[in-house]
């Protein structure tokens, strides 16, 4: 009943809908692994050199170069990833949509020298870069945001260079990973 009463509150009822999947979710866990459907958020690409961009995020109150998709939202990685397997499936997913190919070969976009790939695992055909797996972040609303950078102390803006910036926002308390699923 309460939330039937918050969703005549269409702000509200986005923020409960949020909240219940992040408490649901497992992500990082057990319950998270495994083969999932793509979510529908997902970043569908045609290629690499049409979905991954070179742009520009405020982190940390400085504006850096980061890697973006084809509609300018900043990508990231999961520093639980391996450079085969995601973390991030199912629901996680869903707050952390990942960046899709259909192409199992891609050349790489200007710009970027580091190695490309394309990875079968739970999420489909998911992008890597430097052989990190590549996401875009639901709480990312505009081009030039980069809001999930350092949550739950295991997500990280991608970068030409891909150099964490998490060391620094670690030691300042930013999320931590705790034992909750972390994503």
């Known amino acids: 009943m309460w939330f039937h009463k918050l969703t005549s509150h ?5 923020a409960v809908a949020l909240g219940v999947a992040l ?4 992500c990082g866990t057990a319950a998270a692994k495994g083969p999932a459907k793509a979510p529908a958020k997902a970043s569908a690409a045609s290629a690499v050199t049409a979905s991954v961009r070179i742009g520009h995020a405020t982190v940390k109150g400085k504006s850096i170069q980061v890697l973006t998709n084809s509609q300018g939202m900043t990508l990231y990685w999961e520093t639980a990833d391996t450079a085969t397997t995601s973390h991030c499936t199912g629901s996680c997913a869903t707050l ?13 976009p200007t710009g970027l020298t580091k190695a490309w790939a394309v990875v079968k695992d739970g999420n489909g055909n998911q992008v890597s870069y430097d052989g990190h797996l590549l996401y875009t972040y639901s709480g990312d ?3 030039g945001q980069a809001n999930g950078e350092g949550l739950f102390g295991k997500w990280t803006v991608a970068t030409p260079s891909m150099v964490s910036t998490l060391s620094a926002s670690s030691s300042s308390g930013s999320g931590g990973s705790g034992s909750g699923g972390g994503w």
């Open 141 to 143: 609303t505009a081009p």
């Open 96 to 108: 952390w949509p990942p960046l899709l190919s259909s192409h199992k070969t891609l050349s790489s």
């Open 10 to 14: 269409r702000g509200a009822a986005v």
């Open 23 to 26: 408490l649901a979710a497992g």
